[in-house]
């Protein structure tokens, strides 16, 4: 086996142990036997509440592709839901919560039969979105909340931010000039060439220039200029990043005997919470999510040996479980299909 795999697969392992060890350390540090308890004790309408709310919070999410893609063309709702949980499951192999749209404009295309350019422009329009919403919505709850939180916490939140802004408008960019990115992944390309072997490299990197980005600044444009898709976008998200989450976890949050909880500053708690998931540090968040999402509730005042067991069975509900469920449609998919 070649060194760069070696090292890719080295690399990969190092950060899911990475993942693992911070969420090993929360449950042990805060008391993993008083966690356990309060799971176990969670009644079976609280858990069959909880997947209602999560069954619903993943349709949520589609819609926010769903809303996109129907403006260039009518889409089966079960094939587009395929996609976004192979997209989910792709996005829990990488670092930053964004990585996993790499794949959305392949999974499109072969789930749900939309066109190459209108697939690009799609999962542009989508990813921008997203990110710019979750950018501003995570400035406005740390300005609302910034003086309960310490400096380092403080900085990490502000950077994640950023980070979701600069994405998002970076990716919003792209689309209106995706001539100029054209002209990287054809200078990538050309490069690729003069490198041993570099033909095997550079032929599937034009095959996807072709057909993902010609044409595709036309589909954009045209999404961004029509306000009643952008704001039925704007509409899902909220649905599924702000309303679904906080209803999930104020569920979790009275089953654990955690009363008075304010329901309009919940959602700004929870996306504040899980923000640092953009940044690359650990596949899917695993650890890092958790970790950074007790320490912020703790900070807000909720009970620390509670407020793990809520964060835990949220992200097991909202992230791991979807996730696990995209292995099935992708294992069964032939990537030579995809680029045909």
């Not at 057909?211 to 600044?217: A, I, P, V």
């Amino acid at each position: 086996m070649e060194l760069a795999t070696w090292r890719g697969r080295f690399i990969s392992t190092v950060k899911y142990g990475v993942g693992i060890s911070v969420l090993a350390w929360v449950f042990y540090t805060t008391g993993i036997e008083r966690t356990l308890d309060i799971i176990t004790q969670l009644s079976p309408i609280t858990i069959m509440l909880v997947i209602c709310i999560s069954s619903i919070g993943l349709f949520a999410r589609v819609s926010t592709w769903y809303v996109l893609v129907v403006f260039f063309t009518e889409t089966d709702w079960k094939q587009l839901v395929t996609a976004k949980l192979v997209i989910k499951f792709v996005n829990s192999l990488f670092p930053s919560r964004l990585s996993g749209r790499v794949i959305a404009p392949l999974a499109l295309r072969h789930f749900t039969g939309i066109g190459w350019n209108e697939a690009m422009a799609v999962t542009v329009a989508q990813t921008g979105f997203y990110a710019v919403l979750y950018g501003i919505v995570t400035l406005f709850g740390l300005s609302i909340n910034l003086p309960m939180f310490d400096f380092e916490l403080s900085a990490l939140i502000l950077l994640s931010a950023a980070g979701y802004m600069m994405v998002g408008g970076g990716v919003i960019l792209a689309g209106w000039r995706l001539d100029l990115f054209n002209q990287v992944i054809s200078a990538l390309s050309r490069l690729c060439e003069r490198l041993p072997r570099g033909t095997d490299v550079a032929a599937p990197i034009d095959k996807f220039r072709t057909k993902l980005l010609d044409g595709s600044e036309k589909q954009f444009q045209q999404i961004t200029r029509d306000y009643r898709t952008v704001l039925l976008f704007i509409t899902t998200w909220v649905i599924a990043l702000l309303i679904i989450p906080t209803l999930r976890i104020y569920v979790l949050l009275s089953a654990s005997g955690i009363t008075g909880v304010n329901l309009l500053l919940l959602p700004l708690y929870v996306v504040v919470s899980y923000s640092v998931t953009i940044l690359p540090l650990t596949p899917g968040g695993i650890g890092v999510a958790e970790a950074t999402a007790v320490a912020v509730f703790i900070t807000l005042g909720f009970p620390e040996a509670a407020i793990v067991s809520v964060v835990f069975l949220d992200r097991v509900f909202g992230v791991y479980i979807p996730s696990l469920l995209g292995w099935i449609p992708l294992a069964r998919t032939n990537f030579a299909e995809l680029i045909n």
